[in-house]
């Protein structure tokens, strides 16, 4: 069974940084692209970046370019996401979700999806 979960959301004032992580189990995890999507409250899912399986490549939503970066340890079957420089509107509840596809923004090419950790930047 996969089974993936989040962890390191929480409460930061703007500017400040978070580093969430997504511990994967019950998959070959390299064969995985590992993507971040968020919810805002009210709204629908937003992508926010993917990584490929060996870690080569990564794609980022223009609204976290620069500020955001995923990376991934296979040997821990884990995926993170290194927030920087946050802003009000990153708040959101985070969620990590894994395809055995390419790369996607698209959240229905995306099988496996964590619980969710809420992110809350105060201004």
């Known amino acids: 069974q996969v089974q993936l979960v989040e962890s390191g959301g929480g409460l930061v004032q703007a500017g400040g940084s978070l580093r969430l992580s997504c511990e994967a189990s019950?998959?070959?995890?390299?064969?995985?692209?590992m993507g971040w999507f968020r919810q805002h409250p009210g709204k629908e899912n937003e992508f926010v970046a993917a990584i490929s399986g060996t870690g080569g490549t990564t794609t980022y939503a223009d609204s976290v370019k620069g500020r955001f970066t995923s990376s991934r340890d296979n040997a821990k079957n884990t995926v993170y996401l290194q927030m920087n420089n946050l802003k009000p509107d990153d708040t959101a509840v985070y969620y990590c979700a894994a395809t055995k596809y390419g790369a996607s923004d698209q959240e229905t090419r995306y099988t496996h999806w964590g619980q969710g950790t809420q992110v809350t930047v105060s201004p």
């Open positions: 019950g998959v070959t995890f390299r064969w995985y692209t």
